[in-house]
């Protein structure tokens, strides 16, 4: 079966899909694209969603359903403070008070049987969260529409990426949930969460989020603070190392009780919270003390790897000089070995001396390097070859020499060459009957 074909994208979701791939840095359009339909088309969410998890966070988009929200809710040290609803005045007041008193529970007993009996039919849509920044950026959105722009800073991802921001930067969370169907809900946003004063005490000094409780991601969070009445705010810190509800304000106050209330919760807990940030200090500093001696005990590790590495590598060093030391005396002692035998095989192959009145023979006298002089008889017959042989197994005749005749000078051609193969005799070289000649050490050219 083919994979459906993805849709055009309109100008509007070209241009977001390209700001995106701006404002993240992200190569692969295709994955632009998919974080963009996650959020449906939000940029705003994707992108802040996008950046908590190159800070760390775990993106909570569609996170599973059954994770608990980690908030400690039982804290009997929580502060409460519930604003009652006015109480009539005057005779016209109380009468118009009891006359509506039985309808107003009839309505509300009825509704609530209505939503018991509805649950049985249906189960509350709420129930399942599967676009929590959705909802949260939805809420904002609509929010914005009904009372403008002028409102704290709202946070725009979900409750528990919220719970993770205000624990990593231990700072105070204020938790608004908005009900739409509450009678204080309207008077509440416009005329204490909308004001001058309570937006920058906020913004000053907490992170704001808020959901409406018709919401799954709302609704989840209001299944788990368990608020009584609306409107609702619930102050969160990390206490104890849990994040913790220090604080419940509930019913419709105003501006100025509003930031009383809040000073006094966060004045309450101010201890806890500067306990937890020199706990987290000591933390970082033993952590980096840690870090240090790791570093310099891997430095000292490398050190002696590296002294290690060198000495195996002098001790390679003088074996490998020793052994071509050992390797040239044993070639040494080869070549003479060598020169040995051959000066000796060149002994034995010499032809006899003549007798002194051989009128073909010649006398001549070898004066050697070393001042030795040597005298012998050849034949005038006889190659140079002969004579070369002769002081070759000589040893005191060097390895390597040629053999000079003065008068005039030259260098008499004892050995073939490729122009002259066969050396020539004696008398060809003219030599005559009483002759000397010089030996010449070429070893050392």
């Known amino acids: 079966m083919a994979a459906p074909e993805e849709q055009e994208l309109s100008q509007a979701q070209t241009e977001k899909l390209l700001q995106f791939q701006d404002l993240t840095g992200l190569e692969s359009m295709d994955q632009c694209r998919r974080t963009l339909e996650q959020h449906n088309w939000n940029i705003e969410a994707a992108v802040q969603d996008r950046l908590n998890e190159q800070e760390g966070v775990p993106s909570v988009f569609n996170p599973p359903p059954s994770r608990p929200l980690q908030v400690n809710t039982a804290d009997h040290r929580v502060y409460s403070y519930i604003v009652p609803r006015p109480q009539p005045r005057g005779l016209l007041g109380w009468s118009y008070y009891l006359i509506m008193l039985p309808f107003r529970f009839t309505y509300y007993t009825l509704l609530d049987i209505f939503r018991i009996a509805l649950r049985f039919i249906r189960p509350d849509p709420r129930g399942r969260v599967t676009d929590p920044v959705g909802d949260v950026v939805a809420f904002i959105h609509s929010f914005e529409e009904q009372y403008g722009r002028s409102h704290p800073v709202l946070y725009q991802g979900t409750y528990s990426q919220a719970l993770n921001d205000a624990k990593r930067e231990l700072r105070y969370l204020l938790v608004y949930l908005h009900s739409d169907d ?162 000796e095989r060149k002994s034995e192959c010499l032809p006899p001396e003549p007798p002194v009145d051989d009128p073909d023979s010649v006398k001549i006298v070898f004066k050697l390097p070393n001042d030795t002089r040597v005298e012998r008889r050849f034949l005038f017959s006889q190659s140079l070859v002969v004579i070369y042989d002769f002081l070759f197994s000589l040893k005191e005749t060097p390895e390597k020499f040629q053999i000079v005749a003065n008068f005039p000078r030259r260098v008499l051609p004892c050995l073939p060459t490729h122009e002259q193969p066969n050396p020539p005799t004696l008398k060809e070289a003219g030599l005559s009957c009483s002759q000397v000649l010089f030996v010449q050490d070429l070893t050392d050219d």
């Not at 509440?188 to 001058?196: G, I, N, Q």
């Not at 005490?201 to 808020?210: D, E, H, K, P, S």
């Not at 299944?223 to 810190?237: C, D, G, K, S, V």
């Not at 006094?264 to 020199?278: C, D, K, P, V």
Request: charged share 35%.
């Open 182 to 343: 509450h009678q204080d809900t309207d008077e509440f946003c416009r005329s204490t969460l909308c004001t001058e004063e309570v937006v920058n005490f906020i913004n000053t000094r907490m992170l704001f989020w808020a959901c409406s409780t018709t919401k799954p991601e709302g609704y989840r969070v209001s299944q788990a603070l368990r608020e009584n009445t609306y409107p609702f705010l619930a102050m969160i810190m990390l206490k104890d190392r849990k994040m913790t509800v220090v604080g419940r304000l509930e019913g419709l106050i105003q501006p100025e009780d509003l930031v009383n209330q809040l000073t006094f919760i966060m004045e309450a807990n101010q201890t806890y919270l500067m306990s937890e940030r020199l706990e987290r200090e000591e933390r970082n500093q033993t952590q980096a003390l840690r870090q240090q001696q790791d570093e310099a005990y891997l430095a000292s590790l490398r050190a002696d790897q590296e002294k290690e590495r060198r000495r195996r590598e002098e001790q390679e060093q003088r074996r490998l000089e020793e052994e071509a030391a050992r390797q040239s005396v044993l070639a040494e002692e080869k070549r003479r070995r060598t020169l040995e035998e051959e000066k």
